[in-house]
């Protein structure tokens, strides 16, 4: 990195440290049976998020280091082809997805875990010509995951049998920014502390986390839900403190004289303010075990219905992030204060049943899809042979119909 560069980096390294890594993700089954995965994305700085399509035949590797020179490179040994068209959502216009859906019905999601975050570890002997050698573990970097699991799988039982074939390594932002995918690009945030939420459209759902350097932990997710820090295990133990709550209005209380007042004889009566009682201790704020609480509930207390995605719009609505409700300042040495803000920068609503990937951003608020099961969607953007087809996240308001939105790319490879 020239001193330009460098510069760079450095001045605008501080703004990134402010950025809050919050998302939420989670599954519904409707009445009628169908599947649908519902996932909010808040970050401080614009991601630069695009919609990707990735054909059947596409040829895939991941980001490798050298463990002897600490460089990366895109000409690892480790490689794939899709066997599942899928469309994705990146961040910063890099090839890796952080949000997806394939045509046989999983969905894949990244989401942050700051400060508990601890991949495993390339040993200097698994290294050959910057890549793993043939008697090692496919070496995978982190932010490769989703796209190493929609490209090849089609159930969370699929993806949880392979994972001992991958030793998953995580790149640090410094390595990030002098590797092949840093031209020209935003910069990262400053940690890639990640965990993985999938689901199928079966209805299974598990969370994969690598906490130790050592191995992983693949968690059952009962309750179809994760957010953030702290691990998975920790929030289903706090979700002991609100086993109370539900989703009926309390009734009337009596409460008669008391020892303490003996001069007082008559009961007295307490009285819900109104409806909507049920949920007072529910935590309202945004942090990620608030909104784990709050969805994990809201999830059991949601009335049947036969539109699995119009329950996911709801639930997405409760946790939505707007400007203004959360931002951090940094003041550096010549008192000059940084501000950044928490925002919603996008969500997705992906129907495992019927192949529909819905998606919305911050400033345009009405949900988009791209039918993946149509005919002429499906030969477009899936086919083998077909090219990549990028669009942005904040297309027009009022496109629903999103398919007619996207371009052609030139980085694709297919086989």
Not at 68 to 88: A, F, H, K, P, R
Not at 91 to 101: P, R, V
Request: glycine content about 6%; charged content about 15%; hydrophobic content about 35%.
């Amino acid at each position: 990195m020239n001193s330009q560069s460098k510069t760079f980096y450095f001045a605008l390294l501080s703004l990134f440290c402010l950025n809050a890594n919050a998302c939420t993700d989670f599954i519904y089954k409707s009445n009628d049976g169908d599947i649908a995965v519902g996932r909010d994305m808040e970050f401080a700085s614009n991601l630069l998020s695009e919609l990707v399509t990735h054909p059947r035949g596409e040829v895939q590797s991941s980001l490798t280091i050298d463990p002897e020179s600490n460089t990366t490179s895109l000409q690892g040994d480790y490689q794939w082809d899709v066997i599942y068209g899928y469309i994705g959502i990146n961040t910063l216009n890099a090839n890796i997805t952080f949000d997806g859906m394939n045509e046989a019905g999983l969905a894949c999601s990244i989401l942050m875990l700051p400060d508990f975050a601890d991949f495993q570890k390339v040993p200097k002997d698994s290294s050959q010509n910057g890549g793993p050698s043939t008697s090692s573990p496919n070496v995978l970097m982190q932010l490769n995951f989703c796209d190493w699991a929609l490209a090849q799988f089609n159930s969370t039982e699929e993806v949880e049998l392979q994972l001992p074939s991958i030793l998953l390594w995580g790149i640090t932002p410094t390595q990030f920014v002098n590797s092949p995918w840093f031209v020209n690009r935003a910069l990262p945030p400053t940690s890639f502390d990640v965990h993985y939420s999938i689901h199928d459209k079966y209805g299974n759902s598990i969370v994969i986390e690598y906490t130790d350097g050592l191995t992983y932990k693949v968690h059952q997710n009962s309750v179809g839900v994760m957010t953030n820090s702290p691990p998975f295990d920790w929030h289903m133990y706090n979700l002991n403190q609100y086993i109370g709550l539900s989703g009926k209005n309390p009734a009337d209380v009596v409460l008669g004289k008391t020892t303490l007042n003996k001069n007082y004889n008559e009961n007295t009566v307490f009285k819900p303010y109104g409806m909507q009682s049920n949920f007072v201790g529910l935590p309202g704020s945004f942090s990620s075990q608030a909104r784990f609480t709050r969805i994990a509930l809201f999830l059991q207390t949601v009335a049947p219905t036969d539109d699995a995605v119009n329950v996911c719009n709801h639930l997405l609505n409760s946790v939505d992030v707007f400007l203004g409700s959360n931002y951090y300042s940094e003041v550096s040495d010549d008192g000059k204060e940084t501000l950044g803000m928490d925002m919603s920068q996008w969500a997705t609503i992906r129907d495992l049943t019927n192949k529909k990937f819905y998606f919305r951003s911050y400033n345009g608020t009405q949900w988009k899809v791209v039918d993946m099961a149509f005919e002429e969607n499906a030969d477009r953007f899936f086919t083998r042979g077909s090219p990549t087809y990028t669009m942005s996240v904040s297309v027009p308001i009022g496109a629903y119909n999103a398919a007619s939105d996207f371009t052609e790319s030139s980085n694709s490879t297919t086989a």
